[in-house]
């Protein structure tokens, strides 16, 4: 034994040398990433991601650093910066949501810093870095006064932050800070101003009002940054006349020199502490106007759209008037309407004067112009307020629709079938042979493909701007701005898709007239985005409630009922009155959770409507608002009649397609705050199931998709957000026989619910359920949390069956054991690294794969992709070996006719012995 051991002792201790040695070169080959994450190959092949701020309001160009950019303000409560040659996004800054982000002033430091204030009351002051975005330092600002901070102003001068509060009627009182620390300067001067109102204007360092009776009206100005009081006072009809209203509105874009505009009419500028009417006048009563430095001397700045939709663009010199021709341009193409110049820059280079100017519009679009009017870059910023999503089919191409044409034709002899098949043919080998080379490397065409992948999305924008997006590459195909749409509770149906060759497809959009309130309806060929049917069409009536008619015409076309505020029912087409049958239409007053349900008939000259049922939610003491409604998506198909057990029974499905879920929200007596969902059938009135959440406040996330529910709500008592899931059961007998449909009148029974709610361990901003066209696949639940990350959670874990301690029965049956805590793992993420920001909404849309569904997240950021709840069961792998496949199909082949030759000839011989 003792020779054993001398022998492997010198061994063993040589191998950890060794080891040793090794461990420089391990720790050295981790430190190089092989992986960058999972699935690398998948990234940005079925999903995209486009990024925004938001409409411009404030800017500033940064002239000091050498990359030029441009720092932003939005009324998104983004800050910004942009690069100046092509527009696109250098980094970003999300503030807080609502007011306490509100940005109300931007400064770029000759230091490469951005000064901003933002809130009401407290104020946070924060300085970030120009190159990168991050924060500097901060500090915040609380006024005793909460009733006057509304009316506050700020702007730096000398390395001071001042701040400006006014008094109307008696004094205004300025309060000096430093920028960086904050400290002020130990009181805060008070300037007499009894002349001072609502209606006083600020253009730093003045503060400028109308003061006294029509026709006998001053203007009065006050530096409110001297240390001495130095008052300005002239009356108004040195400037506009005796008739003048005393509208006073400031220059835009950062004017360098102080000044206003009097009635729409007349500029006025400040100068040396006096009122210097500008010697250029007024192009149009809505130009917006700045006045700019440039290597010349100050250039007032013009630009404004007419009521023909012509742009134009003047520069005059602020001093003498002259105008300067190299900056003017005036065009119908551009198509800007209501421009407002935000910032602008001149210089000179190669003795020629180049001006940069960034406009907005009413379509909340920045555009970055050039002298000349040349457009060097458009960011279409309404697509961050993005409030309604349709996904249209695309049309077959030319050939397909000719084949689908050919089947059509029932009608005529054999000879012609004949005829016409063999004309298909011919065409499709003249297509194969003579298809043009040169168009193969461009952009795909707009025709559907096999699986249906590729559709278009039409986007409905809170400034009444309508895009056609490609939902494979996220590219905008066409753009139409309604500037008479109000989008609040728009709606939009497909009444024809492009299924229906020679037909094109049709899509309307039902809102409100901006001005009247009225009803306005838009007709649009969602592929090339051009009116079709009734364009658009203004309602002399307000309306309630509008829906499509199940049946359509001999056209294809689903006709559009509209009940209005008079319960009097519209159609287009009116030809389509008769086959209004068994329709039934309800009406949710939002403010009251008053619920009112209307049974439609045509009477042999019109469609009428009559009151069939009201609801109010919330019970008789009323006080509850309607938060969120869920009903079920149009022509969603059920997965299965029943669910079979782990006994071998079956639960049928209480598959209602008229149940409708409301969730209200209202005070209560005890518990502060109550959270009631109901779930009421839409034909009759009844409700069918009703559940109450105290000490609760309502989310407006639901989600409905055959007989299950769900909904968010945030518990007050354990300070988290929970989501409730529902599902209702017909039992283990069916009420109607199979293959009938269900009934919402001939009801005998009362569903039987199964109802739970979990923790979330998160934030949820949306929520929606993925569709799929047969709905056989799984259905899963889609989150989108404040994080930014979209989580797809499958509906097992939300099911309100799962039990606490399962039987054998249930382990069988496929039940996950109850745990209160609803699990987020990061590979649920399908957004994976793609932070989306503020996701307001999740719509989805079936796709020609039944495996697969097509998911857009709309917010400040959009972001696409498909999922596949159960797997992509239907649809080869993308690393699928067809090399391998092929040889083995070959070599299969030829052992089979090996085989069979062989064969034959050994029974030959076999014959002759």
């Given at each position: 034994m003792g020779v054993l051991s001398f022998y492997l002792k010198p061994n063993f201790l040589g191998l950890l040398k060794i080891l040793n040695s090794m461990n420089w070169f391990i720790v050295f080959f981790s430190l190089i990433n092989l992986s960058l994450c999972l699935y690398e190959d998948q990234i940005g092949k079925f999903d995209w991601r486009q990024t925004y701020v938001g409409r411009i309001k404030l800017a500033q160009f940064d002239t000091s650093s050498t990359a030029k950019r441009l720092i932003v303000a939005t009324e998104e409560n983004v800050l910004a910066a942009l690069n100046l040659k092509t527009g696109s996004l250098v980094w970003r800054?999300?503030?807080?949501?609502?007011?306490?982000?509100?940005?109300?002033?931007?400064?770029?430091?000759?230091?490469?810093?951005?000064?901003?204030?933002?809130?009401?009351?407290?104020?946070?002051?924060?300085?970030?870095?120009?190159?990168?975005?991050?924060?500097?330092?901060?500090?915040?600002?609380?006024?005793?006064?909460?009733?006057?901070?509304?009316?506050?102003?700020?702007?730096?001068?000398?390395?001071?932050?001042?701040?400006?509060?006014?008094?109307?009627?008696?004094?205004?009182?300025?309060?000096?800070?430093?920028?960086?620390?904050?400290?002020?300067?130990?009181?805060?001067?008070?300037?007499?101003?009894?002349?001072?109102?609502?209606?006083?204007?600020?253009?730093?360092?003045?503060?400028?009002?109308?003061?006294?009776?029509?026709?006998?009206?001053?203007?009065?100005?006050?530096?409110?940054?001297?240390?001495?009081?130095?008052?300005?006072?002239?009356?108004?009809?040195?400037?506009?006349?005796?008739?003048?209203?005393?509208?006073?509105?400031?220059?835009?874009?950062?004017?360098?020199?102080?000044?206003?505009?009097?009635?729409?009419?007349?500029?006025?500028?400040?100068?040396?502490?006096?009122?210097?009417?500008?010697?250029?006048?007024?192009?149009?009563?809505?130009?917006?106007?700045?006045?700019?430095?440039?290597?010349?001397?100050?250039?007032?700045?013009?630009?404004?759209?007419?009521?023909?939709?012509?742009?134009?663009?003047?520069?005059?010199?602020?001093?003498?008037?002259?105008?300067?021709?190299?900056?003017?341009?005036?065009?119908?193409?551009?198509?800007?309407?209501?421009?407002?110049?935000?910032?602008?820059?001149?210089?000179?280079?190669?003795?020629?004067?180049?001006?940069?100017?960034?406009?907005?519009?009413?379509?909340?679009?920045?555009?970055?112009?050039?002298?000349?009017?040349?457009?060097?870059?458009?960011?279409?910023?309404?697509?961050?307020?993005?409030?309604?999503?349709?996904?249209?089919?695309?049309?077959?191409?030319?050939?397909?629709?000719?084949?689908?044409?050919?089947?059509?034709?029932?009608?005529?002899?054999?000879?012609?079938?004949?005829?016409?098949?063999?004309?298909?043919?011919?065409?499709?080998?003249?297509?194969?042979l003579f298809e043009d080379t040169s168009s193969r490397g461009g952009p795909e065409p707009l025709v559907r493909d096999y699986f249906n992948l590729h559709k278009m999305i039409v986007l409905v924008t809170d400034s009444g701007k309508i895009f056609g997006m490609d939902n494979l590459s996220g590219e905008l195909l066409w753009r139409r701005y309604e500037p008479s749409l109000d989008t609040e509770n728009v709606l939009i149906f497909t009444r024809r898709s492009a299924r229906h060759p020679p037909l094109t497809a049709y899509l309307t959009i039902i809102g409100k007239h901006e001005e009247t309130g009225n009803g306005l309806v838009i007709s649009l060929d969602p592929i090339r985005?051009?009116?079709?049917?009734?364009?658009?069409?203004?309602?002399?009536?307000?309306?309630?409630?509008?829906?499509?008619?199940?049946?359509?015409?001999?056209?294809?076309?689903?006709?559009?009922?509209?009940?209005?505020?008079?319960?009097?029912?519209?159609?287009?087409?009116?030809?389509?009155?008769?086959?209004?049958?068994?329709?039934?239409?309800?009406?949710?007053?939002?403010?009251?959770?008053?619920?009112?349900?209307?049974?439609?008939?045509?009477?042999?000259?019109?469609?009428?409507?009559?009151?069939?049922?009201?609801?109010?939610?919330?019970?008789?003491?009323?006080?509850?608002?309607?938060?969120?409604?869920?009903?079920?998506?149009?022509?969603?198909?059920?997965?299965?009649a029943g669910r079979v057990l782990g006994d071998r029974s079956v639960l049928y499905k209480y598959d209602n397609p008229n149940l409708i879920l409301f969730i209200t929200e209202g005070p209560d007596a005890v518990h502060k705050a109550l959270v009631l969902a109901t779930c009421v059938d839409g034909v009759s009135g009844a409700p069918v199931l009703a559940q109450a959440h105290r000490r609760a406040r309502a989310l407006p996330l639901a989600v409905h998709s055959e007989h299950f529910m769900a909904y968010v709500y945030y518990n007050d008592k354990q300070r988290r957000a929970e989501i409730a899931t529902l599902e209702l059961y017909e039992g283990k007998q069916r009420w109607t026989a199979a293959g009938a449909a269900f009934s919402s009148l001939a009801g005998a029974r009362a569903a039987a619910a199964d109802r739970q709610a979990y923790i979330l361990p998160a934030a949820p901003a949306a929520a929606a359920a993925t569709r799929t066209e047969r709905s056989l696949t799984d259905k899963h639940v889609l989150l989108a949390l404040s994080t930014g990350a979209i989580i797809e959670l499958p509906w097992a874990y939300l099911e309100p069956r799962r039990p606490v301690t399962p039987t054998p029965e249930q382990r069988e049956e496929g039940l996950i054991p109850y745990a209160p805590e609803l699990p987020l793992p990061s590979e649920a993420v399908i957004n994976y690294n793609q932070t989306v920001l503020k996701v307001r909404a999740i719509y989805t849309a079936p796709a020609g794969l039944e495996s697969t569904s097509l998911v857009l997240a709309t917010g400040l950021d959009l972001f696409y992709t498909r999922v596949a709840p159960s797997k992509t069961f239907d649809l080869l792998k993308d690393d699928f070996d067809y090399s391998l496949i092929s040889i083995v199909l070959a070599a299969l082949v030829v052992a089979t006719y090996s085989t069979k030759y062989f064969a034959s000839r050994k029974l030959l011989k076999m014959a002759w012995k």
């Open positions: 800054q999300v503030l807080e949501t609502a007011s306490a982000g509100n940005i109300q002033m931007l400064y770029l430091t000759p230091s490469d810093q951005a000064v901003t204030v933002s809130g009401v009351n407290p104020y946070l002051v924060r300085g970030w870095d120009v190159a990168t975005g991050v924060l500097a330092w901060e500090w915040s600002l609380t006024l005793q006064d909460d009733e006057r901070a509304d009316f506050s102003e700020w702007w730096v001068s000398q390395n001071r932050l001042m701040h400006m509060l006014p008094a109307f009627g008696s004094h205004l009182e300025v309060t000096w800070y430093n920028v960086v620390t904050g400290e002020n300067s130990g009181h805060t001067s008070k300037l007499p101003a009894t002349w001072s109102n609502e209606g006083c204007v600020f253009t730093a360092p003045y503060y400028t009002c109308v003061s006294g009776s029509r026709g006998n009206q001053l203007l009065i100005s006050l530096d409110v940054s001297s240390n001495a009081v130095q008052l300005i006072s002239k009356p108004m009809s040195n400037f506009v006349g005796m008739e003048s209203e005393g509208n006073l509105r400031p220059l835009d874009g950062n004017s360098i020199t102080p000044g206003f505009i009097i009635d729409d009419k007349k500029i006025v500028l400040i100068k040396n502490n006096e009122f210097h009417p500008s010697p250029v006048s007024l192009s149009d009563p809505s130009a917006s106007v700045t006045v700019v430095d440039s290597p010349t001397g100050p250039i007032v700045l013009q630009t404004w759209s007419d009521v023909a939709g012509t742009f134009s663009l003047t520069a005059h010199s602020a001093s003498s008037g002259i105008e300067v021709p190299d900056i003017d341009y005036s065009s119908r193409s551009n198509g800007l309407p209501e421009p407002e110049i935000v910032a602008s820059m001149c210089t000179r280079a190669r003795d020629q004067l180049v001006c940069r100017i960034l406009v907005t519009t009413a379509d909340d679009a920045g555009h970055l112009l050039q002298q000349g009017g040349k457009v060097l870059w458009t960011r279409e910023e309404a697509l961050a307020n993005v409030v309604a999503v349709e996904f249209v089919d695309l049309p077959v191409s030319d050939l397909d629709a000719a084949i689908e044409s050919e089947f059509d034709q029932k009608e005529g002899s054999i000879w012609g079938a004949f005829t016409r098949r063999l004309q298909t043919q011919i065409q499709q080998l003249h297509t194969l985005g051009t009116p079709v049917g009734e364009g658009t069409l203004h309602l002399d009536v307000q309306l309630l409630q509008a829906a499509l008619l199940h049946r359509a015409d001999n056209e294809k076309l689903h006709a559009l009922i509209l009940l209005d505020k008079d319960e009097s029912v519209q159609i287009l087409p009116l030809s389509s009155a008769p086959l209004v049958e068994n329709m039934y239409m309800y009406v949710a007053e939002k403010n009251t959770a008053k619920v009112q349900g209307y049974a439609l008939k045509y009477d042999g000259k019109s469609v009428v409507a009559q009151k069939t049922w009201s609801v109010l939610l919330g019970g008789p003491s009323g006080g509850h608002r309607i938060v969120a409604v869920a009903d079920k998506p149009g022509g969603e198909r059920g997965h299965s």
